[in-house]
């Protein structure tokens, strides 16, 4: 017998964003005498069909793990949560979540230049497990939370939390995460529950570094990557800060304008600081080009957003803005290939990494 759609009974999901720091808090929140998660990550939402076998498998080690606690403690209240980072990047999975009218979501947010790096430093693919590509638009963090999370739950359900946060205060960021799922902070609170990552890059044990295809955009050979990607972010990372802002979270534990390498990129684009509109006149013949008649105008309408443009990623961005964002995702792809792939190398068949990410998925 097919259960279609059935939603377990969960009080939270820890829904994104990847390589931002998941791994540190699902560890800490396991540790929490009230909180039962799994260790790794779920795909549970991300099947659009279950059996009541599918069910049970799937509840079983945390019926395992809620026993322990309840011996510890009779009596006491247990929530169940579990993370998947790329939750937030699915409609489908997150209107799944929405049904459940009791489901709590949490999203980290981290400076999305740095996320990229921490992608292909850990040879990530680029795919969700409905294996939709990823694309190195998708890391506008703002656009997926309010596009994608907030389109379907209730944002008094969505807690958004700064990575760097985590480690800035640990502490306080971890009770008002407690607070946010109704559950009482620990007298003490143990920092190596804090502070554990489970994903720190170590070059001397990657087999990248044997193969000698490691990919770091630290490196000077991607110094135009990494502006061009600063470009690409720059105003969906204002948003976001506005957003966090908004709620509550101090200039200090925001993070979003981390520096990403020691140095910062060197760039032979004339016009850094205009974010998408650093394309602009090279978009030669598109729908962008019509939009706009000047720099100005681009800028006005994506970067400052400002009148018709106001209501960003709405119908005037989409007619117009995305068209350059689409540009700069492609100068990123060619200037990827050109500084990775041997020459003679089909660039559909060009990977880095490990050799899991090919640059024609990074569309």
């Not at 590509?133 to 703002?142: A, E, G, R, V």
């Not at 994506?302 to 492609?330: K, Q, S």
């Amino acid at each position: 017998e097919r259960v279609v759609g059935q939603v377990p009974q969960l009080d939270f999901v820890i829904a994104g964003a990847p390589n931002s720091g998941t791994c540190s808090l699902q560890h800490a929140l396991r540790q929490h005498p009230q909180i039962v998660m799994g260790e790794d990550e779920d795909a549970l939402f991300w099947h659009l069909q279950r059996s009541e076998r599918d069910l049970r498998l799937w509840e079983r080690p945390l019926k395992q793990g809620a026993a322990r606690k309840r011996a510890a403690a009779p009596g006491r209240r247990l929530i169940f949560g579990l993370k998947e980072p790329m939750m937030m990047y699915s409609s489908t999975v997150m209107e799944q979540v929405a049904r459940s009218p009791w489901i709590k979501v949490i999203v980290l947010m981290r400076d999305p230049v740095s996320l990229v790096r921490s992608f292909l430093r850990h040879s990530e693919q680029f795919f969700t497990p409905h294996a939709d590509t990823l694309h190195f638009m998708s890391f506008l963090n703002y656009r997926a939370l309010i596009k994608i999370v907030l389109a379907w739950v209730p944002k008094d359900r969505v807690l958004v939390v700064p990575t760097a946060a985590l480690s800035r205060d640990p502490a306080g960021t971890y009770r008002r995460i407690l607070r946010f799922l109704n559950v009482s902070a620990p007298a003490r609170l143990a920092r190596q529950a804090l502070v554990h990552s489970r994903h720190v890059w170590n070059p001397s044990q990657s087999i990248c570094t044997m193969l000698g295809k490691c990919m770091d955009l630290c490196d000077e050979r991607f110094s135009d990557v990494r502006a061009l990607l600063k470009e690409l972010y720059s105003a969906d990372t204002r948003l976001l800060d506005g957003y966090l802002a908004r709620h509550g979270w101090a200039p200090e534990l925001r993070g979003l304008e981390a520096k990403t390498c020691a140095t910062p990129p060197k760039s032979h684009f004339s016009n850094e600081g205009d974010g998408l509109c650093i394309s602009w006149g090279l978009v030669l013949g598109r729908k962008s080009s019509e939009c706009f008649a000047s720099r100005e105008a681009c800028l006005s309408c994506c970067v400052r957003h400002e009148g018709d443009c106001a209501d960003f990623y709405e119908d005037r961005w989409r007619e117009c803005c995305e068209d350059l964002a689409l540009h700069i995702n492609h100068m990123v792809r060619s200037a990827l290939r050109r500084e990775v792939c041997p020459r003679g190398m089909s660039p559909g068949g060009c990977c880095v990494g490990f050799g899991h990410v090919e640059l024609e998925h990074m569309q």
